[in-house]
């Protein structure tokens, strides 16, 4: 179960080049349900995951490099490329902050991960989060995937 929210972050964070990183590229061959390929550094993931925004199933398959560009061949859409930052919020979470590649230059989307529903109700983002978006299908990677969506953020 991934339980998370999301927020669109407006102005980047401060000293954002200590934090680590990595280069993302996804693409999806499906978006009902979302059926999606994924490198992350030299890792190929497959993932499913089902409806819903808050909190969500959520299954991942490692593949080996081949069948990763051999399911790249068959997406639908954009390929989404990103760099992923990883900030560390207090003891217990963190910050996936994703900023975008073309056609998405300029958007910077963050989300964190918790252990429950209950811990993601009562979580307050920090001052530099702006509109929160968890409920909006609109800034699902999936729907960004789509070409006719970059016309329409």
Same mark, same amino acid.
């Given at each position: 179960?991934?339980?998370?929210?999301?927020?669109?972050?407006?102005?980047?964070?401060?000293?954002?080049?200590?934090?680590?990183?990595?280069?993302?590229?996804?693409?999806?061959?499906?978006?009902?349900?979302?059926?999606?390929?994924?490198?992350?550094?030299?890792?190929? #993931?497959?993932?499913? *995951?089902? *409806?819903?925004?808050?909190?969500? +199933?959520?299954?991942?398959?490692?593949?080996?490099?081949?069948?990763?560009?051999?399911?790249?061949?068959?997406?639908?859409? #954009?390929?989404?490329?990103?760099?992923?930052?990883? #900030?560390?919020?207090?003891? *217990?979470?963190?910050?996936?902050?994703?900023?975008?590649?073309?056609?998405?230059?300029?958007?910077?989307?963050?989300?964190?991960?918790?252990?429950?529903?209950?811990?993601?109700?009562?979580?307050?983002?920090?001052?530099?989060?702006? +509109?929160?978006?968890?409920?909006?299908?609109?800034?699902?990677?999936?729907?960004?995937?789509?070409?006719?969506?970059?016309?329409?953020?």
């Amino acid at each position: 179960m991934e339980i998370e929210r999301k927020f669109l972050i407006t102005s980047l964070p401060e000293n954002l080049e200590q934090y680590p990183f990595q280069k993302l590229e996804q693409a999806y061959l499906c978006t009902d349900p979302v059926v999606r390929i994924r490198r992350q550094g030299n890792d190929y #993931i497959l993932t499913y *995951k089902s *409806k819903g925004f808050l909190a969500r +199933e959520e299954y991942n398959l490692p593949l080996h490099e081949k069948a990763y560009l051999h399911l790249r061949a068959k997406a639908d859409g #954009i390929i989404l490329s990103k760099t992923r930052y990883r #900030i560390p919020l207090g003891e *217990k979470l963190t910050i996936e902050l994703d900023i975008f590649d073309a056609p998405y230059e300029g958007l910077y989307l963050a989300e964190v991960e918790f252990s429950s529903q209950e811990d993601a109700l009562s979580f307050s983002p920090p001052a530099w989060f702006g +509109e929160e978006v968890t409920y909006s299908s609109r800034y699902h990677n999936s729907t960004l995937s789509a070409p006719d969506t970059r016309t329409a953020l």
